[in-house]
């Protein structure tokens, strides 16, 4: 039997909460399950958006918070406490090189989704991006597989 049930994938949930939050963009804290809690694969990267020196830092420049989990890499950008973007993609898919020329388009609201569908990549989604964010200038790499990333970004460990 064939199961009916479509998949919701993250991305599918990313888009539709930055769509409902176009304003402002996403509060961290609508990455909690229906209980409360983080599912168990962002916690690194919940713990990381909601470090009260990350939150104050996001008030004066935009960030953009990267899960670099076995095999999916979540990007976030990160500006005044709230997401203005999400982009995924499978470290088994794009070497370090690729993902960071790919957050060099994310980072300004260059990549289109289809770019990143076309090289294996779940998606990308936006909000409007404000320019007091200054092309989100500081990266910051959470996650099991952030040792990849040393010499790229600041690292930080996960929760």
Not at 13 to 28: A, H, I, R
Not at 132 to 137: C, M, N, S, W
Request: hydrophobic share 40%; net charge negative.
């Amino acid at each position: 039997m064939e199961d009916t049930v479509k998949r919701v994938t993250v991305m599918e949930t990313w888009t539709s909460l930055l769509c409902g939050c176009k304003e402002q963009g996403v509060p961290p804290e609508l990455l909690l399950n229906a209980n409360g809690t983080v599912p168990q694969e962002f916690a690194p990267l919940f713990a990381l958006a909601t470090a009260s020196d990350v939150v104050e830092r996001s008030f004066r420049q935009g960030l953009v918070l990267c899960l670099a989990g076995m095999p999916d890499f979540t990007a976030l950008l990160y500006w005044r406490g709230h997401v203005l973007g999400v982009y995924r993609h499978s470290l088994d898919r794009r070497d370090v090189a690729d993902v960071m020329f790919d957050l060099k388009e994310f980072r300004l609201g260059w990549l289109p989704v289809e770019t990143v569908r076309a090289t294996g990549g779940e998606g990308v989604a936006f909000t409007d991006l404000p320019p007091e964010a200054e092309g989100f200038p500081v990266t910051w790499f959470t996650g099991p597989e952030r040792q990849r990333f040393i010499g790229l970004g600041k690292i930080s460990n996960p929760a």
